[in-house]
């Protein structure tokens, strides 16, 4: 991405959208797949030789969720400003214009979501059998009470010897 100072009217911003829809390019930064193109929002404004840019990224990888590990789709996004100058290497003193695709590079590998969430109620994995609990309900939590709780006895009652688990009590 090329940004001639000349097309750049004094005193007005220029918005220039686009797609980077080169999926092994976008699998390289981000290290994860990406489902469809990376949608990128430059706004750009000059004052005297420097570029004033804002850059926006969207997009979507695969991702596996942080609570119960399934592969769901994240959403990415980042925003980032900047102010080039012509002492910065993206500066072409040729063409008087700033190359930003490193900027863009940059934006793009920070998109990545910092948490990972299947759903917003993801009700992630049983620390104790590992059961995905979105899935499964697993009886973990009922054996826990029985065994460590101190309302443990309280609760044989209320089950009133149904003594299908065999308690060890008594
Ligand atoms: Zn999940
Ligand atoms: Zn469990």
Known sequence: MFVELASIPFGATVTIEGDVNDTEFLKDILSSDPIGAFHYTLV????????M????????????C?????????PCFSDLDECFTPDDEEY???KN??????????????S??????????CKGL?????????????RCHETLIGDNNPFGALQDIIKNGGAKNGSTKK
């Not at 930003?100 to 920070?110: E, N």
């Open 92 to 94: 072409d003193i040729e």
């Open 66 to 74: 942080d609570l119960c590990g399934e592969e769901t789709e994240a």
């Open 126 to 138: 049983c620390l104790k059998c590992g059961v995905n609990l979105n899935k499964n309900a697993c």
């Open 44 to 51: 750009c404004s000059k004052m005297e030789e420097k570029l």
């Open 112 to 121: 990545l979501p910092r948490e990972v969430r299947c759903k917003p109620d």
């Open 53 to 64: 840019a804002n850059l926006t990224v969207k997009g979507k990888v695969y991702a596996r």
């Open 97 to 110: 214009g700033y190359n930003l695709d490193k900027f863009l590079q940059d934006c793009i590998s920070l």
